[in-house]
């Protein structure tokens, strides 16, 4: 072979070097791993980097609070099994998005929260940069994990593992720290498409051991009143079919939880959620399907049988023995553990008795004759029910519609009221039983779905993240927010002895919240009663478009703290205190 010439070898070095930077890599990386969508809010120094993922065909969702873009993430991953992207700058915005990330890691769901940060240099040795703060350190005790890359060609590397540890396993928040530095951070192009790489097989299947499947039907059919739990991790899973193939083929009554709604219809012949209360005192063996014995099912004590054993499905042996022994632990994803359930279980095996689904079908048409004979009164000024019965007869007509549900009062009875029937239609307050997380929730679920989104909000607890129907006017989403708008955080009557200014717990009893949405281009609607709030609705859905609905219900509606008042700490009663003198 011929050597290449003095002039060939002048020519070729003559030839510049492609370049990328940091920011290229980023949206590369993310592009690979079919990132489709960010939620965030720009600034030093990610606002290049959102201009750069829209213009490569990543879809970005700008927002007006960084809460409420992280949220919208957290939910996205619920809604599609992959990790939800959050973009936010640092220091304040970081710790704003750090609220969702926590509470997705809390609540399950895969998200990770990229943000940009001061120079390392500056911060380590606190020289008092822009925006410092050691944002590292900061995240690490309220998610699942975080990382920092400090070198542009650790940005691949970075996504694909902030990404993989979101997903798999028990799925949670991750922390991905960018500084500045590393997002201008320039390389030839070559070298950096080769730091990049495409995950295999993120979440992984992981299979019940036989001995421990078997351990669970002998505990089953033995049992005399069985139950089966749903939780939000049964949705989660996608394993819609299999879940009923079980749950049919079993008999075993159900209980939902709320988030688990629709997973089989609320309306199914097995579903004792409206005889609660009697199926946990009652049943001698719980399975516990993608549902953990915390606070929401009182650690597995309070109301339940002292003398119940549980079955669980948990995807994280360290769920096991939380608050209660579980006698037939099943450490498997959940799609996984029912596969090996149907295959060892012999025909017949499990079956629940009729005396036991028959008890519970009594109590539930007691239940369910009580709760008619409520949602038929129509008092005025407009109660709860009046106006929760309203939307659920209109959405009813509109199955495809997911209902995001947040509040004290708007969230208890709403849970109630409003039947669901298609699976993880039902978005809400969770695990935490966090108050903001409503319109982050109802964008995420429009722009993933594109489906109508109907928000059923306590007016408190919209104010958390209201500014946000800028957002939904923005990008036209098909959005109706209905606020239960009684004045109040939890009612609107409270007084305040001491002087005239407001109560700590009343809010403006006037506010006009449709009008509000009308500044930004939406349409407002005003009722005062159910036929109203039928009409409103009606028309908003037929619309296609953003609308909120002010619901005007009466200010001595509700209760303190809704169905968890027995959580406030008992200590001198407010009426007991004597007011200081002025």
Partial sequence: ???????????????????????????????????????????????????????????????????NAGHAAAIAGYLNKKPGVALTVSAPGFLNGLVALANATTNCFPMVQISGSSERHLVDLKQGDYEEMDQLAAAQPFVKAAYRVSRVEDIGRGIARALRTAISGRPGGVYLDIPAAVLGAIMPKAEGDRTLSRLVDPAPR????????????????????????LGKGAAYAQADAKVRQFVESTGIPYVPMSMAKGLLPDDHPQSAATARSLALKKADVVMLIGARLNWLLGHGRTGWNPDAKFVQIDIDPKEMDSNQPISAPLVGDIESVLDALAERTKPGQIQAPSAWREELGARSAQNVAKMARRLEADPHPMQFMGALKAVRDVVHQHPETYIVNEGANALDIARNVIDMHVPRHRLDSGTWG???????????????????????????AFGFSGIEIETICRYKLPVITVIMNNGGVYRGDDTNPYDDEPAPTTLMSAARHDLLIESFGGKGYRATTPAEVTAALTEALALGGPALIDCVIDPSAGTESGHISHLNPKGITVGNITPAKK
């Fill in 1 to 67: 072979m011929t050597a290449p010439s003095t002039l060939e070898t002048a020519a070729a070095a003559d030839v510049p070097t492609e370049l990328t930077d940091g920011y290229h890599l980023v949206v590369d990386a993310l592009k690979l791993n079919d990132v489709d969508t960010i939620y965030g809010v720009v600034g030093i120094p990610i606002t290049d980097l959102a201009r750069l993922a829209q213009a490569q065909g990543i879809r970005y969702i700008g927002f007006r609070h960084e809460s």
């Fill in 206 to 229: 992981q299979l019940p051991a036989p001995e421990a499947v078997d351990r669970a039907i002998e505990l089953l059919a033995s049992a005399e009143r069985p139950l089966i739990v």
């Fill in 434 to 460: 966090v108050m903001g997380i409503g319109m982050g929730y109802a964008i995420a679920a429009a722009v993933e779905s594109g489906a109508p989104v109907v928000a059923v909000e306590g007016d408190s």
